[in-house]
């Protein structure tokens, strides 16, 4: 869901252009804006007006867009050092609110929602934990990417399968197929960054000044 790898190349190409990453309101950031502002919308969908399918159709969409707004940025070099943040703020959120919404409304068993969380909090907090310690920035895997789109595919079709109609049946189990793929790819990812992340501390510590060098 992030575009780390893609957005430092952009930003090499466009002379690190310090204007340009302080932009707020780039097209990429309308459309994430755009995202979250769904996410309470997608909640009432479920809970409010009990629209089971409208709710699973809106997340379906807010997790098969979730790459134009990286596209666009690399596309129109339109990269935001606030993009480089919201992005994945904009993920992760939608992915907890959908695992959490979805695993409470009981299309999901509570195993495969903790499991899917377990993942996402322990990427979020060393994510948190590296940028704490000054680590560099650590260029998005594919393998967490396909994960992350997998997932996103399963629990839109985990809410539409939750019924009795013979065809639910069917796309329930074509729902478990992704998302058990979906789980193992993410889990995958979680220990792939591992090295990347040694190294990405190790660089950063080497990029900070010389307490000794420092003006006093």
Not at 18 to 36: D, M
Request: net charge negative; charged share 15%.
């Amino acid at each position: 869901m992030a575009t780390a790898g893609a957005d430092v190349d952009v930003t090499a190409a466009d002379g690190g252009d310090e204007a340009g990453l302080n932009r707020v309101w780039t097209v990429p950031n309308v459309v994430t804006f755009f995202r979250l502002a769904c996410i309470p919308i997608y909640v009432w969908l479920l809970f409010g007006a009990k629209d089971q399918v409208g709710a699973a159709l809106l997340l379906a969409v807010l997790g098969a867009t979730d790459w134009i707004d990286g596209y666009i940025a690399r596309r129109f070099h339109q990269v935001s050092t606030l993009g480089k943040v919201l992005d994945p703020v904009a993920d992760r959120l939608l992915v907890v609110t959908a695992v959490i919404t979805i695993t409470i409304h009981g299309a999901v068993p509570v195993w495969f929602g903790v499991a899917t969380l377990a993942r996402e909090v322990v990427v979020s907090g060393a994510v948190l934990l590296l940028a704490s310690l000054g680590a560099a920035r650590i260029d998005v895997l594919w393998v967490g990417k396909a994960g992350t789109f997998a997932l996103m595919t399963a629990y839109p079709l985990f809410l539409v399968s939750d019924g009795t109609a013979g065809w639910q049946g069917a796309l329930r189990a074509v729902a478990w197929i992704v998302g058990l793929v979906g789980l193992v790819l993410a889990w995958i990812a979680a220990g792939s960054y591992v090295g990347p992340a040694r190294q990405a501390l190790a660089d950063g510590r080497r990029h900070e000044p010389d307490p000794m060098t420092m003006d006093h």
